[in-house]
């Protein structure tokens, strides 16, 4: 069903041009676009694949009210969207939205990158979704690129308080969304309860004895490999658990102990299964260029899964999660921290569980949903031409409003930090 305006009018699509792809790790992205598919069909445009066939687009259906397109092209060299591509992918989305009777649209950037193919679109409004500080991996112009995505955007969302605090200055309508949770999906009441998927898990990760620190997300130079070293190598017992895509990284250059266990990318479906049988979730990301702005997602899927979470000290994760989170300064500390962990009290389980779904609460993508779909309609309406009918925002539900205000909150002002060591 197409959605539609209160007054019966029809929506806009949402032309989303993604660097992430929709099928490789389930993440904001995918949880947000899904939700605001309900209020606008979403087309979901990826970066080009390189191709020895003719080029093309190939399109499909992967979530209710989202088609996914895949452009591939014969271009070799580095991946990404590139200008050398833009001659040959403008003609082909324009035919892609005629074939589609799309003529009334959002355009939605996640890279900057993608902006020369705003140029055939007329959109109602422009929206950059800013999830991370661009990459010079993506072209020596991108950061001249987001310049002019800054200037000719409606609505800036900013994934957390250091992306917000570096945007806010930039542009006049930079709003702090920092990404969410489905708490339901991480339950641990739940996740046990599904035999099936248990199984399933108990395949994957049931040969490796406990205590297991576990780790789920992309793996790639965010990651600190010699932190993850010393600890497999100060800890032998100790099992840790690493679940994810390889990114940017040699396989074979991966730390290799008999302790550390490369368990490669598992669905989205089965993370709350394998999280369950965790004793430690870990954030063993390196302080650097490119770590400087990230707000792990799996902050809050930890804590849904009620499990001691250590980190080290990202900014976002100590502003905003530093009262339940605890952060390792270096890799004394953070094993340090790890033995607190694993020697848990079940007082002091229960309070923390109490502290992070408390936490969870204020966090849900529904709502984080609800807020983008309120902050776009606001757009929209001011947009409006004169003999189009008004858009109409949804009032923002308490729930929402309270989660926008303590996102904004704890971007300005951070929160208090339980450290250990």
Not at 195 to 206: H, N, R, S, T, Y
Request: aromatic fraction near 6%; glycine fraction near 6%; charge should be neutral.
């Amino acid at each position: 069903m197409t959605p539609r305006h209160t007054h019966g009018s029809l929506m806009p699509h949402l032309v989303v041009f993604s660097h992430l792809r929709w099928n490789f790790v389930y993440q904001r992205p995918q949880h947000l676009l899904s939700r605001l598919a309900r209020h606008y069909p979403v087309l979901y445009i990826e970066e080009p694949l390189h191709d020895l066939g003719p080029p093309r687009l190939e399109g499909a259906s992967l979530a209710p009210g989202v088609e996914v397109i895949k452009p591939r092209l014969t271009m070799a060299g580095p991946g990404g969207f590139r200008d050398d591509q833009m001659a040959t992918l403008q003609p082909m989305i324009a035919e892609a939205l005629r074939a589609r009777g799309i003529d009334d649209c959002i355009a939605w950037f996640y890279t900057p990158a993608a902006l020369p193919l705003l140029a055939g679109l007329r959109p109602r409004a422009v929206v950059y979704d800013c999830i991370d500080e661009p990459h010079d991996a993506a072209g020596p112009r991108v950061h001249q690129l987001e310049q002019e995505l800054l200037a000719g955007s409606q609505l800036v969302l900013a994934a957390g308080p250091s992306l917000f605090e570096a945007r806010r200055a930039l542009h006049p309508n930079v709003v702090c969304v920092p990404s969410a949770v489905d708490a339901q999906h991480y339950s641990p009441q739940i996740a046990t309860s599904k035999i099936d998927l248990m199984l399933k898990a108990e395949q994957v990760q049931g040969r490796i004895p406990g205590p297991r620190l576990g780790f789920f997300g992309v793996i790639d130079e965010r990651v600190d490999m010699q932190l993850l070293e010393r600890i497999a190598d100060a800890q032998p017992d100790w099992q840790l658990v690493m679940v994810g895509p390889v990114a940017r990284l040699d396989p074979a250059a991966l730390p290799q102990r008999r302790n550390i266990h490369w368990l490669g990318p598992q669905p989205y479906q089965l993370l709350p299964q394998l999280v369950a049988d965790w004793d430690v979730c870990l954030l063993p990301y390196a302080l650097n260029d490119a770590t400087r702005f990230i707000s792990p997602t799996k902050t809050l899927e930890y804590m849904a899964a009620e499990k001691p979470i250590v980190s080290t000290p990202l900014h976002d994760v100590v502003a905003m999660y530093g009262d339940v989170v605890r952060i390792g300064r270096d890799a004394i500390s953070f094993i340090e921290a790890c033995h607190w962990a694993l020697s848990e009290t079940a007082y002091k389980r229960a309070e923390r569980v109490g502290e992070m779904l408390s936490t969870v609460s204020r966090f849900s993508w529904d709502n984080t949903a609800e807020v983008v779909h309120e902050a776009v309609e606001k757009v929209l309406a001011e947009r409006a031409a004169p003999i189009v009918v008004p858009l109409l925002a949804a009032r923002r539900p308490r729930a929402a409003t309270q989660e926008h205000e303590h996102a904004m909150a704890a971007g300005r002002s951070g929160r208090r930090e339980r450290a250990t060591g």
